[in-house]
C-alpha cells in the first residue's frame, strides 16, 4: 500500500494555497456584478446537490407509523357515565364501562373493521354437521396482564358465570345453560354443546374472558363491588395504569398504557386516556381547546361546524341499526289493505328524512338488511321502492279512497282516511314521525302521532299486546347478524314472540327456517335476500334508514379506517392500527 510521504503533503498544500491565491487574485480582478453571477451560480449548484439527494431518500424510503404517542377520548358522563364496573360481565348496560372493556379483556371472536367476524383467541374452529357442537382450538402465548397464562379454563369458567344468575341478572337468559352447554378437554381446547342449531352462535362469543386465577374465590355479593372492577386485569391490547379524581372523588380520568406483551398486533400508541365532562357541550368544548383527541359525536345539526375545519376527521361509520315504521294490519282497516300499505311506500320520501334530520348522515333501507353487513351484493326492484306520490295518490284512487274537493284528507264510505303512528318522545324519532305526517298528508292521510314516554312503556302498552296501527322504533342486529326469524316467522305473532306486526307467510316462514340452520355466512345473506324481498312486496313494514354512527378525531391520530361497528364500542377494534408518531424506512 502506497503511503503518503511528506513531500507529496507539502506539494498537495501549496496547489491548494496556489488555488485559494489565484481565486481571491481572481474575486480582485471581477467585477461585482461578475461576482454576483458566481456566486448565485455556486449557490444553484449547491442547492440542487441538496435537492438531489433529498429526492433521493424520499425515493427509497417510505412514512410508516411507529410506537409513541397518546390517544383522549372524550366521554359525557350524562349519555355514558364514567367507570363503575370495567368487567365484561357487568359492563353492558353502561356503555362506558363496555367502551373501556374492549380494550382492557380479549374474547373468542371479534369484528374486523368492516363488521365482519373474525378469531380473537381462537385459532381455528370446527362446526359440527348438525350445526349443535362447536369445537375451539385456542392460539399459543396469549397472557394476561399480570403475566399468567390465559387457558380453556378461563373461557369456561367466564362462560358459567354468564350462565349463573347471581353473577350475571341481566344476561342469563342469553347462556341458558339448558341449551348451552360448555367445556374443555385440554388447556387450548373449548367446546360448545347446543340443544338446537343457532346460525349466529359464533357472534355470541365475542364476550370478553375473565382471569379465573383472580376472580374465582370471589363471590357473587362481592362480585360487582371489589377494586378489580376499576383496576381490572385482561388479557386485551391495553392495560389500567391510573384513575384521577377531583376534590369531591368523582373521577376525571382513566388511563392506559400499552401492553408490550400482547399476543397479536402491538398498539403503536403508548398510552390511552379517557377524560370525563358533562354534556355534549362540553365535550364540544375540551375539544375545540384541544384537551381530547376524539369523540363520538351525537348531534347531526353540530357536525356541519365541523365539516370544513382542517384539523378534523369525521368518520361516517355503519352500525347495524335501522328504524322502520311497523304496520299492524289487524287493528286498522285500512291496512289490512295490501293497496294502502304499497300506497304508503310510495309516499314515503326518504330522501327528506335523511337530509333534514342527519344532514346525510343516514342510508335508505327498504327492508332489513344493511350494507356492509350482508356479504353478497343485493338491489331491490326500483318499481318497488322509488319515492313517487303521485302513484301513491291512483293507488289510493282505486282502493276507493277518494278526495273530495277541497278536502284535505281521503275517505272511503264516509269513514276518513286515518291512522295512529306512535313512537318514543327521542327528538330524532319525533323529528321524523312529524316529517312523515306531512308527508302522507300531501296523499291525503290523517296521521295521529302517539308519543309514548320510553321504551320500557312502548314494549308494554304497544307491542306485547300488539296495540297500535303504525309504530317507529329502532332495531338492531344479533351482532352482525339480522336475525330475521325472530321478527318475521309466523311462530312469533304472540307475545313473547317478537313478530309484532303479525306477518304471516308460508314462503316467507320456509326461508326463514331455511336459514336458521345455515352456518356458512354467504348462503345464509343469500336466503336474507329473498326474504328481504318477500318483505318488500307485502309492506308489513316501511323500512326508513340506518343512521351512521359518528365520530370526530383530530387529523393527527391515523390508521383509523373502519367502515363498520356492530355496537358502539366496537370503534376501538382496530385501536392496534391508530397513530401519531411516524419514521422514515428503506421500502
Not at 417510505?62 to 364496573?85: F, L, Q
Not at 347531526?300 to 365539516?307: M, N, P, R, T, V
Not at 355503519?318 to 286498522?332: D, G, R
Not at 278536502?407 to 295512529?420: H, S
Amino acid at each position: 500500500m502506497h503511503k503518503t510521504t511528506k513531500l507529496e503533503k507539502t506539494k498537495d498544500s501549496e496547489i491548494s494555497i496556489s488555488f485559494l491565491t489565484k481565486l481571491k487574485q481572481i474575486s480582485k480582478i471581477l467585477q461585482p456584478k461578475e461576482k454576483a453571477v458566481i456566486y448565485i451560480a455556486i449557490s444553484i449548484l449547491v442547492l440542487a446537490i441538496l435537492s438531489g439527494s433529498v429526492k433521493y431518500y424520499l425515493s427509497v424510503t417510505k412514512i410508516t407509523a411507529t410506537t409513541g404517542g397518546e390517544y383522549t377520548e372524550g366521554i359525557p358522563i350524562n349519555s355514558a357515565g364514567v367507570p363503575t364496573n370495567i368487567n365484561p360481565l357487568l359492563s353492558t348496560t353502561r356503555p362506558v364501562d363496555e367502551l373501556i372493556s374492549s380494550v382492557i379483556f380479549s374474547s373468542l371472536f371479534t369484528y374486523d373493521g368492516q363488521g365482519q367476524l373474525v378469531n380473537d383467541l381462537v385459532k381455528d374452529y370446527k362446526i359440527s354437521d348438525d350445526g349443535k357442537k362447536y369445537t375451539l382450538n385456542l392460539i399459543e402465548g396469549a397472557l394476561w396482564h399480570d403475566g399468567q397464562p390465559l387457558t380453556a379454563n378461563d373461557i369456561t369458567f367466564t362462560v358459567n358465570l354468564l350462565q349463573d344468575s347471581s353473577y350475571n341478572p341481566v344476561g342469563t337468559k342469553n347462556w341458558d345453560n339448558a341449551k348451552i352447554k360448555v367445556s374443555n378437554p385440554d388447556d387450548k381446547t373449548v367446546i360448545f354443546d347446543l340443544s338446537e342449531p343457532y346460525a349466529p352462535f359464533l357472534n355470541k362469543l365475542t364476550f370478553g374472558i375473565l382471569p379465573k386465577h383472580i376472580w374465582v374465590d370471589i363471590s357473587s355479593d362481592q362480585f360487582p363491588l371489589v377494586k378489580l372492577n376499576l383496576e381490572p386485569v385482561g388479557s386485551g391490547p391495553f392495560i389500567f395504569d391510573s384513575i384521577k379524581k377531583n376534590s369531591t372523588g368523582d373521577i376525571t380520568s382513566y388511563k392506559l398504557i400499552a401492553n408490550k406483551n400482547y399476543y397479536s398486533k402491538l398498539p403503536y400508541l403508548e398510552k390511552l386516556t379517557f377524560k370525563f365532562y358533562p354534556n355534549q357541550e362540553s365535550l364540544i368544548t375540551a375539544y375545540d381547546q384541544k384537551e381530547i383527541t376524539g369523540f363520538n359525536f351525537s348531534d347531526y345539526e353540530e357536525i356541519l361546524k365541523y365539516q370544513d375545519r382542517n384539523d378534523t376527521s369525521i368518520y361516517a361509520i355503519n352500525i347495524p341499526q335501522y328504524f322502520p315504521i311497523l304496520l299492524n294490519q289487524t287493528k286498522s282497516i285500512p291496512l289490512a289493505d295490501e293497496k294502502v300499505r304499497k300506497a304508503l311506500q310510495y309516499a314515503t320520501n326518504r330522501d327528506e328524512l335523511i337530509d333534514k334530520i342527519f344532514h346525510g348522515y343516514a342510508d335508505k333501507i327498504y327492508s332489513p338488511l344493511i350494507k356492509p353487513f350482508i356479504s353478497e351484493e343485493f338491489n331491490y326492484d326500483e318499481e318497488l321502492t322509488r319515492y313517487s306520490p303521485d302513484d301513491a295518490k291512483e293507488i289510493l284512487d282505486k282502493a276507493g279512497w277518494k278526495k273530495e274537493k277541497d278536502a284535505t284528507f281521503r275517505k272511503k264510505d264516509n269513514e276518513e282516511l286515518k291512522l295512529t303512528l306512535v313512537t318514543t318522545n327521542t327528538p330524532g324519532l319525533l323529528k321524523t314521525v312529524e316529517l312523515i305526517k306531512e308527508q302522507w298528508a300531501k296523499v291525503g292521510i290523517n296521521v295521529e302521532i302517539i308519543q309514548s314516554d320510553d321504551k320500557l312503556n312502548i314494549r308494554q302498552k304497544y307491542l306485547n299486546p300488539r296495540e297500535y296501527e303504525s309504530l317507529l322504533l329502532g332495531l338492531e342486529y344479533s351482532g352482525n347478524d339480522p336475525n330475521l326469524f325472530f321478527f318475521w316467522h309466523s311462530t312469533g305473532k304472540k307475545n313473547p314472540g317478537l313478530n309484532f306486526t303479525l306477518y304471516d307467510n308460508q314462503q316467507t316462514d320456509k326461508l326463514l327456517e331455511d336459514s336458521k340452520k345455515i352456518t356458512d355466512h354467504t348462503e345464509k345473506d343469500k336466503k336474507y335476500i329473498e326474504i328481504s324481498k318477500q318483505l318488500l312486496k307485502s309492506n308489513p313494514a316501511l323500512f326508513l334508514y340506518s343512521p351512521k354512527y359518528i365520530y370526530i378525531a383530530n387529523k393527527k391520530i391515523q390508521g383509523m379506517d373502519t367502515q363498520a361497528i356492530i355496537k358502539a364500542s366496537d370503534h376501538f377494534n382496530k385501536i392496534t392500527n391508530w397513530y401519531v408518531k411516524t419514521k422514515r424506512v428503506r421500502k
